[in-house]
Structure formats: C-alpha cells, structure tokens
C-alpha cells in the first residue's frame, strides 16, 4: 500500500528565510505525489502536484517539490517565507490499487512564519 | 480544475440526531470522495461516491452510519445519523477533476460540534 511521512509536525522560520518541509513516500510503484495547504479555518488548496513528468515541481505562490526517486522523497520548499505562508500542509500520495484514485495524506506539518 | 462548495460551513447539533452535508461541484465530475478530519488530525477517506451506484465505504465506516447520496454528475450529500461527540470533526468533499482526472479539489468543509 502507499503512504506517505511528514518527518516534522512543525515548521518555525522567519519571515525571509527559507521553507522546507520534508516527506518521504512508500509505493509499489510509480506514483502521483501532491502538495495540500489548509489555512486555519479554510479548505484543502492544491499547491502542486508530480505525475511522472519533471521532477521539479512548481507550484502556486512560489513552492515548489522535487521528486527523488533513489531517496523515495517530495520536499517541499521555498525560497523566502511569507507570514501568509503560515498553515499546515499535507503531504499526499495517491494509491490505484483499487481501481480508482484513492489520496493517502501524511499527518501534516505546521508551518509558523515569525516576524 | 473545479470550484466545489459544501453547505452548511459549520452546524452545532445534538447527541442523537442527524445532519445532511451538501456537496455542489460547478462542472460535472465523475468521483466524488468524502473525507473526515478530526480535530488536529489529518483526513482520513469515509467513502467514494460514484454516479450511479452505491458508494464504497473505507474500512471502519459503515453506510448505516454515514449514507451518501450521488444523485447526478455535479452533486452529492453525506448524511451523520444518530451523532455522538465522537462525531465532532470537520467534513469535506472532493471530487476528481483536471484534464488527466488525476486532481482531488476540495470542498471547505463543514465544521460539526456535536453536544
């Protein structure tokens, strides 16, 4: 089965510095990883996606997420932290073995962006 | 992509009654999946609702508990029968979209506090 691990639960930076938010994948085969922010009290927002294509990402509002095969990981990073950048983000893999999409989410990251 | 929007945004009900969360998506699509989080948890997947047949329930949930409705190609309802406290999470629909059908876009969720 897929999974996913979000190897920190929080993530404090300073405004202006850099973000990474690590993941790392299980999977029997070649898989569609994705990026999810969720702002407090808001919905799941897709920040970027890998299906196969190249493996670095780029995603909305300056993201972007490698995908390295040898090291079965999907970091998630960005230059220059933005106080609005403050969320949890979920890393998410999807699983076909059922015939149809099924997304596995990571047990998320909070991100805290301080002055 | 897909704009999805669920009503209520958030209900307050009482132990042992039932509450019936709409899904609407602005274009026709053919999953439709539901998903429950828990407070300070990640999402974890209730059912897929396909258009036209019976939704498939993820193990530990049970149609008695959580009945789906998917009555065309742009809706969907999740009802919570018989609430307990337990049942307090939020409640979010997706549905699978893009033009390879390999995006989940999500809903706002629907907070629930069950008393």
């Known amino acids: 089965a897929q999974s996913v691990t979000q190897l920190d639960s929080h993530v404090s930076v300073s405004e202006g510095t850099p973000v990474l938010l690590r993941c790392n994948y299980s999977?029997?085969?070649?898989?569609?990883l994705f990026w999810y922010v969720q702002h407090p009290n808001k919905g799941l927002q897709l920040l970027l996606k890998y299906t196969s294509a190249a493996t670095l990402v780029k995603g909305i509002n300056g993201f972007e997420a490698e995908f390295k095969k040898s090291e079965t990981s999907f970091h998630l990073t960005k230059p220059s932290a933005h106080m609005s950048d403050a969320a949890e983000y979920f890393c998410?893999?999807?699983?076909?073995?059922?015939?149809?999409?099924?997304?596995?989410f990571g047990t998320g990251t909070r991100l805290l962006v301080s002055p | 992509s897909a704009v999805i929007s669920q009503k209520p945004s958030r209900d307050i009900c009482q132990r042992g009654t039932s509450l019936t969360i709409q899904c609407q998506v602005d274009s026709q699509v053919t999953m439709m999946f539901w998903y429950r989080q828990q407070p300070g948890q990640s999402l974890t997947l209730i059912a897929t609702?396909?258009?036209?047949?019976?939704?498939?329930?993820e193990s530990g949930f049970v149609i008695d508990k959580f009945p789906i409705s998917r009555p065309n190609l742009t809706f969907s309802t999740l009802t919570v029968s018989n609430m307990s406290p337990e049942d307090s999470s939020i409640y979010l629909c997706s549905a699978l979209a893009g033009g390879g059908q390999e995006t989940q876009y999500f809903g706002p969720g629907t907070r629930l506090l069950v008393l």
């Open positions: 998410v893999v999807s699983d076909w073995n059922t015939g149809f999409q099924k997304l596995v």
């Open positions: 999977s029997s085969y070649s898989p569609s």
């Open positions: 609702a396909n258009q036209g047949s019976e939704a498939t329930y």
